[in-house]
T-cell receptor, first 113, second 114 residues
Framework: AQSVTQPDIHITVSEGASLELRCNYS??????LFWYVQSPGQGLQLLLK??????LVQGIKGFEAEFKRSQSSFNLRKPSVHWSDAAEYFCAGTRAAGNKLTFGGGTRVLVKP | DSGVTQTPKHLITATGQRVTLRCSPRSGDLSVYWYQQSLDQGLQFLIQYYNGEERAKGNILERFSAQQFPDLHSELNLSSLELGDSALYFC?????????????FGPGTRLTVL
């Protein structure tokens, strides 16, 4: 079955430190992958997406993600977090020509001053 | 602001009742998706409409139904409500009917069933 897994439910990071959020996928073929962020009381905002080509994808707000086929992973990174990055982050995927997103369980990020 | 609007923002109702959630997609978007976000189930895809036609179905209960109108707004109808239906319901829209196009999410409707 097609699935997206985020192994970490919570991550606490100090402001200015680097952040890496893990995402693993299980699809028969290369999926289309997305990272969304949900701030408290808000809807989801797309950070970045991977369809094909360069395995390192740049997104908004200083985020990037790397697609690694050998590890079935699509981890999200940010070199230096800001207090405003405290939010819940969702990895999502869909198969090629698919028409619904499957979301991971989300990772809640807390930023310490 | 994603350009997707949802009403109402909050809804409190009792078990057994029926409610309607409304979504207006971004201007020009033909596809509307409905998602349910709950603590125990996470974020789950319910159903997708494209230009008035049902395109894909996910984990949508038989008590739930949706439609997309000629002006492209969509409504999600939830009936015979149960306590477990309490959740945040999101609508998203995209330009086309293919989900690897970016989906823009509305702010959600928080449903509380008492």
């Amino acid at each position: 079955a097609q699935s997206v897994t985020q192994p970490d439910i919570h991550i606490t990071v100090s402001e200015g430190a680097s952040l890496e959020l893990r995402c693993n996928y299980s699809y028969g073929a290369t999926p289309y992958l997305f990272w969304y962020v949900q701030s408290p009381g808000q809807g989801l905002q797309l950070l970045l997406k991977y369809f094909s080509g360069d395995t390192l994808v740049q997104g908004i707000k200083g985020f990037e993600a790397e697609f690694k086929r050998s590890q079935s992973s699509f981890n999200l990174r940010k070199p230096s977090v800001h207090w405003s990055d405290a939010a819940e982050y969702f990895c999502a995927g869909t198969r090629a020509a698919g028409n619904k997103l499957t979301f991971g369980g989300g990772t809640r990020v807390l930023v310490k001053p | 602001d994603s350009g997707v609007t949802q009403t109402p923002k909050h809804l409190i109702t009792a078990t057994g009742q029926r409610v309607t959630l409304r979504c207006s997609p971004r201007s020009g978007d033909l596809s509307v998706y409905w998602y349910q976000q709950s603590l125990d189930q996470g974020l789950q895809f319910l159903i997708q409409y494209y230009n008035g036609e049902e395109r894909a179905k996910g984990n949508i209960l038989e008590r739930f139904s949706a439609q997309q109108f000629p002006d492209l707004h969509s409504e999600l109808n939830l009936s015979s409500l149960e306590l477990g239906d309490s959740a945040l319901y999101f609508c998203a829209s995209s330009e086309s009917g293919i989900s690897y196009n970016e989906q823009f999410f509305g702010p959600g409707t928080r449903l509380t069933v008492l």
